[in-house]
């Protein structure tokens, strides 16, 4: 009686959450909330750099009080009046990667953040909160947003310059992806043209996003930039370019980021867009991608089309990295927590993962199975998540884990439709 009891009152929330109406608490337009992330490996300060309205709300209309994942931070959007939820919203961040790094020991740093939310027709709370690798809290803040406050900036009068690679349908159904420009100069603008071609090719070669392509656009934005290329500080190399991105982020050569955030959506206002791809005109191997907030990646190489799926994995949809190579300076997986991304699992709470697709009988850890398809040989293999030991995989092989694999593993397909249905269902 207690589980038919528990299980009604889940269907009720859900129901209730889907039920509310867009309409009644929030006008076609965008809220942006731009943040500074501060502090150290220890310390961690959350402040309010600026609020931007833009006309048009490109994110989902259903659905809105729920989350598809936690991630590493959230956003609660709350009515000021009644303390209700009206939207939320997770994310991850580059400060909160670079805490685990060594030079968070002894420097203070500061970050750019920017989120979308759609915007609200009275006074609202928003609540932003940060987590650690065993997602307790460890920093937090409130603040009240008047929608008729005169200081919330209007932008997007004057869009970025921009054509559409894809359009599976209206703005109000589908996934809206920017692909944005950096380091091309304004007369490369039809390469950047093919280059978007080219990376939304590649993502629609794969599953989930093959079979579901109708239910994304896509966007190219040609913001040009004063030089050619990106910069390259292991180098020597400084660039002139429209969101300031570089190699060597945390002192590794192929991470290539941009701490520029605030440019990158000043650069896209206006424009329908939920998620970003910013494709970066150079030959150098490298990219990056940080769930709900961009990917980035190197559109001149020759691993471009695998790379970029895979950092829009990280992006998109969420995913960890499936790879493992015990240098880091600190475990991003303690064995205590089951992380929250959908590929990976400690075993601490394996049955929320991809338990119920093992076959019946399969050990835990599995052994690699050198006759077995690499590609689909489910089951639970140790390495994962940057470390040979502790964390575990879904197959031996997958788009997650190598630039070779031809596929997203199952365990990520499943994770990747899941999240598409979320957001357009």
């Known amino acids: 009686m207690k589980n038919i009891l528990s299980w009604a009152l889940y269907l009720l929330a859900v129901c209730g959450a889907q039920a509310r109406d867009f309409d ?18 220890r310390v961690q300060e959350l402040s309010v750099l600026g609020l931007t309205v833009q006309d ?49 020991t002894r420097v203070r740093r500061s970050f750019e953040n920017c989120f979308l939310v759609p915007m609200p027709k009275q006074p609202v709370d928003i609540t932003v909160t940060l987590t650690d690798t065993h997602n307790r809290e460890t920093a937090r803040l409130v603040h009240r947003v008047n929608p008729e406050d005169i200081l919330i900036r209007r932008i997007g009068d004057r869009p970025t310059t921009h054509k559409y690679i894809h359009k599976g349908g209206g703005v109000d159904r589908c996934i809206d992806v920017a692909l944005l420009a950096e380091g091309y100069a304004e007369s490369e603008t039809d390469r950047f043209y093919v280059d978007c071609e080219t990376a939304v090719e590649a993502i629609f070669s794969h599953e989930p996003f093959r079979s579901l392509r109708d239910r994304f656009n896509f966007v190219a934005v040609a913001a040009p930039s004063e030089d050619c290329g990106v910069s390259i500080p292991g180098k020597g190399v400084w660039k002139r370019t429209a969101v300031g991105s570089h190699f060597n982020t945390f002192y ?61 994995g990280h992006s998109f949809g969420g995913l960890a990295d ?29 049955a929320s993962k991809w338990q119920d697709m093992l076959p019946q009988g399969t050990p835990v850890p599995t052994p690699v199975d050198p006759v077995r398809d690499a590609y689909t040989a489910l089951g639970v293999y ?11 995989r879904p197959t031996p092989e ?6 070779e694999a031809p596929v997203f593993c199952p365990v990520c397909q499943r994770a990747l439709e899941r999240f598409i249905r979320f957001y357009t269902e």
């Open 382 to 392: 140790e390495g994962a998540g940057y470390q040979s030991k502790g964390v575990y």
């Open 398 to 403: 997958c788009r997650m884990k190598i630039n």
């Open 252 to 312: 590794s050569d192929r991470y290539l980021t941009t701490s520029r955030l605030v440019d990158m959506h000043n650069l896209l206002a206006g424009i329908p867009y939920e998620h970003i791809i910013v494709l970066a005109n150079t030959e150098n191997y490298g990219g990056g991608g940080i769930y709900n907030s961009y990917t980035l990646t190197s559109s001149r190489h020759a691993t471009f089309r695998p790379v970029v799926v895979h950092e829009f």
């Open 56 to 104: 048009g709300w490109a994110g989902r209309r259903t659905r809105l009080d729920e989350l598809p994942l936690t991630g590493n931070g959230q956003i609660v959007v709350c009515d000021a009046a009644t303390g209700d939820t009206l939207y939320r919203h997770s994310f991850s961040s580059l400060f909160q990667e670079w805490q685990s790094t060594e030079e968070a």
């Open 322 to 350: 499936e790879y493992f190579y015990d240098d880091q300076y600190e475990e991003m997986y303690p064995a205590d927590t089951e992380p929250w991304e959908q590929n990976i699992t400690t075993l601490k709470d394996f």
């Open 24 to 41: 009644t608490y929030f006008t076609d337009r965008t809220l942006r909330l731009d943040y500074a992330f501060a502090g150290t490996n």
